[in-house]
C-alpha cells in the first residue's frame, strides 16, 4: 500500500511541467505576493482564484517573463529557470493570454498572429489565407484583414487567444478569457481548452466567474492578500468553499441574492429617448429612466445599449437627420461633447476602464480629481495639489480603493480598484443620472459585493440609475425594471419581480 501511494506520488511529480518555490515579488519593498508555492501538471486546467489584488496576475506574469522574481524559484520541467522577458517565456513554451489585449491596434488580424513569426518573404494574400483557415479551424468569426484597432473588444480576446494556440505553447495563461465574449462565443472558447488539454497542454486559468472555474478546472488554487491559502482538486470544492477561501466570509447570500421580492417605486421620468438611430447600431430605440431607481439594460454584444447610452451621455453622435430625441426631465437636449452632458447631470461610467476610464501615469487621488475639473465650466484653471488629495482621499474611502498608497499610479492597481477609481471618478461630479456600463467586468467577488451596494445606494438617494450588463444574474439582482434590447432597440420591458433568467434570454434571442 505505502508503495503504491509512494508510485502514484512519484508519477504525479514527473507530470510537474511549471513549480513555483516559496515566490515573492515586491514593489517599493511592499509584497505583492509572498511565498507562494504553485504547481502545474501537463495537460492539467488550473484555475487561479482570488480577489483583486489578491496577486493573481503578479503571479501569472512571473510565469509569462513580464516581471521578475524578487526571491524564490521558479522550474519549468523540473529545471531552473529566471525569465526576464516574455519571449524568453514563449522559448520555453510559456504564453499568456493578458486581460488587457497587447495586440499592435494598427495592424490587421492577420499579421498580429504572424507577428514574430513571419517568413523572410511574405505575400500578404497568403498571410490572410493561413489567418482565415486558422482562425475557422477554432470557430472564431473574426476577419483576417481587418484592423485591430476597429475590432470590438470580444474579438480583440479571440485573436489573442487565437495567438497563443498558433504559437503551439505547451503552458497557456488566460487572464480573464471570457470577459468580453457572448455565451455561444464562450461555449467555442471552452471546447477550444478541453482540445488543448487532450494534446497535453496545461492551462492556467484565471476568472472572477466562479462558475466557469468549477466547469473548466482539474485543479483549483485560491489565493488572498498575495499568500496562498489553498489548492484542491476540482470535487473538493463548491461556490460557497471557494468565495470563503476568497475573502475569507460568505458572501453567497448576499451576492447573487434570492429572486427580488419588491421594487423600488418610480419617480420622476428623468430621461427620455424617442426613436433614436445611430448609423448600423441603434435603429428606432425609445425608453425611459426614473429617478430612485435602478434600470437594468440587457441584450447581447451588437444589441445597440453601449451605443444608446453613449449618445446620451454626448460620446458618440446620434443620425443628424431623423436621429430622433432626448429628453432631460422633458426638454430636448443634443450634446456635442461629454462635458456638456457632465454639466447637466449625466455621468457615464465606461465597459473599457484601461481605454477610456483613467489616466494610466496619474495617482489615484489625481484620477479623482479630473473627474471633478470634467465638471467646471472654466476651459483652463490652476489644479490645486491640497484640493485634489482632500478630494482623493474622501473617494477614496467611501469607495474602499486599496492601494499601498494614495500616490500610486492608477495603471498600478488590481481591476477591481481601479474600477472604484473610474466610479468615484464620475461620481464627484455629483450626478443625477449615473449609467454604469458592465460595471463589474473583470471585479473579484468581494469588489462585486462593494459596487453594488455602491449602487444601491445611489438608487435609494433618489438617482436615475441605469445598469448595462452582459450577466443575467446582476442584472435581476440590482434592477428595479429590465429593458431588454435586441438589434438596435429596445424589444420588451419586465419588472424585477416577473423577470425569470429564461424569460429575458428568450427575448433577447428570439
Known sequence: MTQNLHSAAASQDADIVLELRQATKKYSGVPAIENVDFTLRRGEIH?????????????????AGVVPLSSGQMLVHGKEVQLVTPLQALHHGIAMVFQETSLVPTMTVAQNLFLGQEKFFNRLRGVYISAQQFLQSLNFDVDPTATVSLLGAAKKQMVEIARAVLHQASIIIFDEPTASLTPEEKK????????????????????????????????????????????????????????????????????????????????????????L????????????????????????????????????????????????????????????VARQAVRDGIAYVTEDRKVEGFFETMSIAQNIY???????????????????????????????????????????????????????????QEPEVIIFDEPTRGVDVGAIAEIHAEINRLADAGKAVVVISSYLPEVMALSDRILVAKQGKVVVEFSATDATQEGIMYAAIH
Open 370 to 428: 479630473m473627474g471633478l475639473l470634467g465638471k467646471s465650466d472654466k476651459t483652463f484653471g490652476t489644479v490645486s495639489p491640497a484640493r485634489a488629495s482632500a478630494v482623493g482621499e474622501h473617494w477614496s474611502r467611501l469607495l474602499n480603493v486599496r492601494a499601498i498608497s494614495r500616490n500610486v499610479k492608477v495603471i498600478e492597481l488590481s481591476g477591481g480598484n481601479q474600477q472604484k477609481v473610474v466610479i468615484a471618478k464620475s461620481l464627484v
Open 188 to 275: 467555442y472558447f471552452f471546447d477550444l481548452v478541453f482540445k488543448l488539454k487532450e494534446r497535453g497542454v496545461s492551462v492556467i486559468f484565471i476568472s472572477h466567474a466562479l462558475e466557469e472555474a468549477l466547469l473548466l478546472a482539474d485543479r483549483i488554487t485560491v489565493l488572498r492578500d498575495g499568500h496562498h491559502v489553498v489548492t484542491d482538486q476540482k470535487s473538493s470544492f463548491d461556490r460557497a468553499r471557494v468565495v470563503q477561501a476568497m475573502v475569507g466570509r460568505d458572501l453567497s447570500q448576499t451576492l447573487y441574492g434570492q429572486k427580488k421580492t419588491f421594487v423600488r417605486p418610480q419617480g420622476e421620468c428623468v430621461l427620455s429617448v424617442r426613436n
Open 277 to 336: 438611430r445611430m448609423a448600423s447600431m441603434v435603429k428606432n430605440n425609445s425608453l425611459s429612466v426614473f429617478a430612485g431607481q435602478i434600470t437594468g439594460v440587457f441584450g447581447l454584444i451588437g444589441a445597440g445599449r453601449t451605443e444608446t447610452f453613449k449618445v446620451v451621455a454626448g460620446l458618440i453622435k446620434r443620425d443628424f437627420f431623423h436621429g430622433g430625441e432626448v429628453l432631460l426631465r422633458g426638454k430636448p437636449v443634443r450634446y456635442r
Open 47 to 63: 484555475a487561479l482564484l482570488g480577489e483583486n489584488g489578491a496577486g493573481k496576475s503578479t503571479l501569472t506574469k512571473i510565469m
